[in-house]
């Protein structure tokens, strides 16, 4: 179905994904609803209207569909049940299905593991089970993860034996996990690719990820990796799409171990972190390519016109106010995105900023030394 320029969009969640697509929206000519539970919503703010509401509000999820020609969603923690009704009278991208499945890490896995995708070693602890007791000596040391709403390092613990992993299951209040081995990682890695309605697939340049504290800190892009790794990553990303019948934007992220394995850490069925460097760097952005696969638009030409590197602005940054953005500015190469948050916290992703340069070694050497300049300021 094609959806014309004019024509007023839904988007379910109001974080900083959904301004940047709201924004890729509306430089295409597109109105944007957006829907959120909280009243100062970073897409709300910029948004044609926006409607203050939960998204398993009945009422406002038919003033929504009732408003909007199609309608998709910023993060993956939507009820899928929300999608399954909207879908009811209009177009829904990404639909309930794919969403249902990536929003809990036990289903993803098991979508993984019976399509023969590589993933961590892993076992699932449901601690309200107590009819078998499990040794999980084979997954240590691991990463205790909370099956459902866990994002940049929230409900996840480290632990090395089984004491601590007991007192890592009370820690997150006994809920229903996912423990992972840890693995000899060589580096972490993400693809974003898009698929439409009609099964046309493209795909981003592969972009190398550094996390501190479980959130990403840097993107290095092109990944500093074999072509033909690169490339077996491509391969695996859209078959993942391909397997999930998906339609829309999706990031899957990859642990690289040290012989060169690769193994799938997670799916997100939206657009991503590691993603962003897209706006500044590529002829067509990962949001704006959103946009184009909801209105039943051409995809756009993912390629870059320069190498890229990210790097995330967390709360910490405004500890003492905002921050001198000056030395950022001044940059000739450099793009500073702010995200409109009225409440900076630590570990809150506040904005980003991307470093363009002729080699991801160039840029990635500017942009550290942006971000030493950066926490030398709030130092002084």
């Known amino acids: ?11 379910l969640g109001g974080g900083q994904l959904g301004r940047m697509f709201t924004k890729a929206a509306q430089r295409l000519g597109y109105q944007i609803t957006v829907l959120d539970p909280t009243a100062e919503s970073p897409a709300g703010r910029v948004a044609d209207h926006f409607i203050c509401a939960d998204y398993a509000d009945h009422h406002a999820l038919l003033k929504l569909s009732t408003d909007c020609v199609a309608i998709t969603t910023e993060f993956e923690n939507i009820p899928a049940g929300s999608l399954k009704e909207l879908a009811e009278t209009c177009v829904v991208s990404p639909d309930a299905h794919g969403v249902s499945i990536t929003q809990n890490r036990i289903s993803e896995k098991k979508f993984l593991v019976e399509n023969n995708f590589s993933v961590v070693p892993f076992a699932i602890i449901d601690s309200t089970d107590r009819r078998v007791k499990i040794n999980y000596t084979d997954l240590l040391p691991g990463i205790l993860k909370i099956s459902q709403f866990g994002y ?13 992993l007991e007192v890592a299951i ?10 992972e081995r840890l693995m000899p990682l060589s580096c972490e890695i993400s693809v974003i690719v898009a698929r439409g309605s009609d099964g046309e697939l493209t795909s981003f340049p592969v972009s190398e990820n550094r996390h501190v504290n479980g959130i990403l800190d840097i993107s290095i892009v092109p990944a500093r990796i074999s072509g033909e790794l690169a490339q077996q990553a491509t391969d695996i990303a859209t078959q993942v799409a391909e397997k999930l019948n998906y339609q829309g934007v999706l990031c899957v992220e990859f642990f690289v171990l040290e012989d060169g394995q690769l193994l799938i ?116």
């Open 170 to 179: 009370n820690d997150l209040n006994r809920e229903i996990c996912v423990l």
């Open 152 to 164: 940049d390092g929230k409900g996840q613990r480290h632990v090395s034996s089984e004491a601590e």
């Open 1 to 11: 179905m094609l959806v014309k320029p004019g024509a007023m969009l839904g988007l």
């Open 265 to 380: 850490n997670e799916i997100a069925p939206r657009p991503h972190n590691s993603g962003h460097y897209s706006i500044d760097a590529c002829f067509t952005s990962q949001f704006e390519q959103q946009v184009r696969v909801l209105c039943g638009l051409p995809l756009g030409n993912t390629g870059m016109h320069s190498a890229a590197v990210m790097v995330n602005l967390l709360g910490d940054l405004w500890q003492q106010g905002e921050p001198d953005w000056s030395h950022v500015l001044k940059q000739p190469s450099t793009k500073l995105h702010l995200y409109g948050k009225l409440e900076a916290r630590p570990d809150r992703k506040m904005g980003h900023f991307t470093v363009l340069g002729e080699t991801t070694d160039m840029a990635l050497s500017r942009a550290i030394e942006i971000k030493c300049h950066l926490k030398q300021h709030l130092e002084t």
